[in-house]
């Protein structure tokens, strides 16, 4: 590899970023900057306007849907050919290079939120164990317009309508890949989801299930966990370093990290019993207290003892009890409920959730929480369900198993904010009213 550095970045048109904001747009691309964190991959932003100037200072580059020139496509042959890897997304001007001839072209309206196409990957040594070993015949998914192309002299990694949608050239020391889709504006989307303005899925409430797109599609599959897997593998054609998403335990790369927490729904002396039979167990906890008629089932007296035992707690709204549903809720009720949990439990919540996985509009539940100084929500549903207590279920129906931060509409500068979704996964596992569920627990761990 003749490179001068290992250095990673994406390009930005902040052009096309104003002119998006000015015409009432999201900027779709900026989200680039979370799928490589998420990846592991420290990068920094490219200005379009400068991008042939400084391209030789990096040696992974990521480019959007951008009309690139001729000379422009010389200078990435050569710096691909010098071992740099090109990953392209719906890009102008550069099939030659990415040795693909354009085929077909798919509008989806700028601020369309919804699934645009279905994405079956090919056997390859770059999407080989990606794929769920539960659904392998089932597609992965995209939220964006499509640009679909026939490989010439590129392999296809993954078709769309029976076309190219992910293709891969080696081109001497480096590589091209393409993807005919915006990769950013897909896992933005199936994060986020769409606005709860309406009861979607006429449970008679607004909550997050309303805000899925994944909906008709099967909900076991991690869609963006999937391609972040296949992007890591593009990348590791190169000694490039990457971050691991668990944490170490000691010398032991971990395949699994899991999460035990439990709701209080308000109730009585069942929070010590809760914690002290975890604590037997060498397990740390976590409860989510809810308030009930204005007071909290966790008596004063056992905050301390709970914190001895290693048990957290945080804040479970209620939006349910007093609401005339189908309804949202606002900022002055997060900050009511907020406060009534600092003055009982003398502390802030850290990661609160919602009583039935309510929500409200799109990202203004965050926001409300974040001015309030809380961290991180894990209200999103794992599953499309009518249910309004869906235990026993497995999904990611928001594509993610992991936590992601929330980025603002182009009102305000689709800002990435000090706030974190962490998505539910698996939901109350293990157990049918009085009966042990042992295949949906070995499910959940599959």
Partial sequence: MDMKYLKAGYVLDERERENKYLDGYNYWWAYIAEITDRMGLTAEPVPFDDFSEKLNNFSVLFIGEQNCH?????????????????????????????????????????????????????????????????????????????????????????????LAGITARKRGDGWAFYFGFDLAKTFWVIHQGRPVDKDYDGDGYFRTCDAIITGSYEPAIPYTD????????????????????????????????????????????????????????????????????????????????????????????????????PCGFDKSDIELQTAMYVDHFGKLPVCANMHYLRWADWIEPAVWMMEEGIKSSNAHAH????????????????????????????????????????????????????????PTIEKALQ
């Fill in 383 to 438: 599953v499309l369900s009518k249910k309004l207590n869906p235990i026993n279920e497995v999904g990611f129906a928001f594509g993610t198993s992991f936590p992601h931060f929330c980025y603002s509409d182009y009102k305000t500068g689709n800002k990435k904010l000090d706030f974190l979704q962490l998505p539910i996964t698996a939901y109350e596992v293990g157990y049918e009213d009085d009966r042990v569920d042992q």
């Fill in 226 to 325: 999937e391609l972040v897997l296949l992007l890591q593998n593009m990348i590791a054609v190169q000694p490039y370093p990457m971050v691991y998403s668990l944490p170490p335990d000691g010398d032991v790369i971990p395949d699994l990290m899991l999460f035990y927490a439990g709701d209080d729904e308000g109730g009585n002396d069942i929070q010590l019993m809760s914690a002290e039979y975890m604590h037997s167990r060498g397990l740390p906890y976590h409860i989510n207290c809810m308030p009930v008629n204005g007071r909290f089932g966790v008596d004063k007296s056992n905050i301390g003892r709970l914190a001895d035992l290693g048990t957290d707690t945080s804040l479970h709204f209620d939006f349910i009890t007093g609401f005339s549903h």
């Fill in 70 to 162: 001729e000379s422009l496509s010389d200078q990435l042959e050569k710096w691909i050919a010098a071992g740099g890897i090109l990953i392209g997304c719906n890009t102008n001007g550069l099939d030659q290079l990415f040795g693909n001839e354009f085929a077909q072209y798919i509008s989806q309206k700028d601020d369309d939120i919804a699934i645009s196409g279905e994405l079956y990957l090919e056997q390859s040594k770059f999407t080989s164990d990606i794929h769920s070993p539960l659904y392998p015949d089932k597609p992965l998914l995209t939220a964006s317009s499509l640009r679909l192309v026939k490989a010439v002299e590129s392999e296809t990694l993954g078709l769309v309508n029976n």
